[in-house]
């Protein structure tokens, strides 16, 4: 069995400066990771993905996240935030040949201009 | 290309009702997975269909059910509405969601309301 833990509940930031999204996995597998982000009244948007090529990956609006294995860890991190980030984050995991997606509880993130 | 569609967007119904939402994938995708957002308890798999097949079924009551048609497009049911039904309920498409890194695209939702 998968499952995903987002560490903060939620996250508060200054605009401009780093904003870090901690998410921790178990899984008996390699599993496939992602992130969406999920703004007020809306759908869920993919951030990136981790599907066991480079460790270091980059999405979209300036987001990346870090794969490693030994802490069995996929924190999301943008050097500089922007108003347009406030919104609520999952973490979420996939394995190989499963067919749903194991989400995390989200962080929901505040930017204070 | 066109996004994930959903319909309605919100819905308001009272307990012992029923309620169909439909979703149309995005073209040429074939998989159509359904989940449940509540405050309480996050978003929660119901289930997947592949080429009108399902293959993969959440932990819910059977008064959730669900089908696809021949064109991918896909309803899902609720039958004898209860109040801890209201939630958001999301539409999810990829090409072939048993691959291993297959993305799903998300649709709006339907935002139900059982009151």
């Known amino acids: 069995a998968q499952s995903v833990t987002q560490l903060d509940s939620h996250v508060s930031v200054s605009e401009g400066t780093p904003v870090l999204l901690r998410c921790n996995y178990s899984?008996?597998?390699?599993?496939?990771l992602f992130w969406y982000v999920q703004h007020p009244n809306k759908g869920l948007q993919l951030l990136l993905k981790?599907?066991?090529?480079?460790?270091l990956v980059k999405g979209i609006n300036g987001f990346e996240a870090e794969f490693k294995k030994s802490e069995t860890s996929f924190h999301l991190t943008k050097p500089s935030a922007h108003m347009s980030d406030a919104a609520e984050y999952f973490c979420?995991?996939?394995?190989?040949?499963?067919?749903?997606?194991?989400f995390g509880a989200g962080t929901t993130v505040t930017v204070r201009a | 290309k066109a996004g994930v569609t959903q319909t309605p967007r919100y819905l308001i119904k009272t307990r012992g009702q029923q309620v169909t939402l439909s979703c149309s994938p995005i073209?040429?995708?074939?998989?159509v997975s359904w989940y449940q957002q509540t405050p309480g308890q996050g978003l929660q798999f119901l289930f997947e269909?592949?080429?009108?097949?399902?293959?993969n079924k959440g932990n819910f009551p059977g008064r959730f059910s669900g089908r696809q048609f021949s064109n991918s497009r896909s309803e899902m049911n609720v039958s004898t509405l209860e109040l801890g039904d209201s939630a958001l309920y999301l539409c999810?498409?990829?090409?072939?969601?048993?691959?291993?890194?297959?993305?799903?695209?998300f649709g709006p939702g339907t935002r139900l309301t059982v009151l």
């Open positions: 999810a498409s990829s090409i072939n969601t048993g691959q291993a890194a297959s993305e799903q695209f």
């Open positions: 899984s008996s597998y390699s599993p496939s």
């Open positions: 981790y599907t066991s090529a480079a460790t």
């Open positions: 979420v995991v996939k394995l190989i040949n499963d067919y749903k997606l194991s």
């Open positions: 073209s040429g995708h074939r998989s």
């Open positions: 269909y592949f080429s009108e097949t399902q293959r």
